[in-house]
């Protein structure tokens, strides 16, 4: 599933990521734990998918930049390019009680870009992959394995046609 699907392949797609999250369906070629989905979505529909399923799942956008609105705001015109960061202070609290030097992980992002035909893709890194590196011990790793799933979820609410 590394390449864009239209019409009934897309459908198709999209009730196998729902039904098998587990398996990193969508998941390009690259760096095991970097998720990447093709979507039907222009830009803009993306982000506004994404904030509403970053909201519907408990979550907070708590940091957003766009490299494309600071292109536009020098006068230079590139495609959609948005870094959204996510993430809740109960699990910031326990990622520090687990690991300080962790914290410079928090929050964990997502990255919108639009594609030359004009759609847009999603892309993050797992926050089990990110918090692998850190000395946390059980702690850390349950609460990332927690992060995992509502982050799986809130990527397949946010692909969706």
Known sequence: ?????????????????GLAVAAAPGKAAGPQGLLHYT?????????????????????FVVTRASASKGAAGRGITIRGDMVVGVYRNDFAVRMLEA????????????????????????AYWTPSSVFKPYDGGETLRLMAEELDSIFALIAQQAIAP
């Not at 599933?1 to 990521?17: D, E, I, N, P, Q």
Request: proline share 5%; net charge negative.
């Open 99 to 122: 690991s300080v030097p962790a914290g410079i992980e928090a929050p964990i992002r997502f990255h919108i870009y639009e594609t030359a035909d004009g759609k847009a893709n999603l």
């Open 39 to 59: 979507t039907p979505h222009s830009f803009e529909t993306l982000v506004e998918k994404l904030d509403q399923a970053v909201t519907d799942n408990g979550m």
């Open 1 to 17: 599933m590394t390449k864009l699907f239209s019409g009934y392949g897309m459908v198709f797609a999209a009730l196998l990521l």
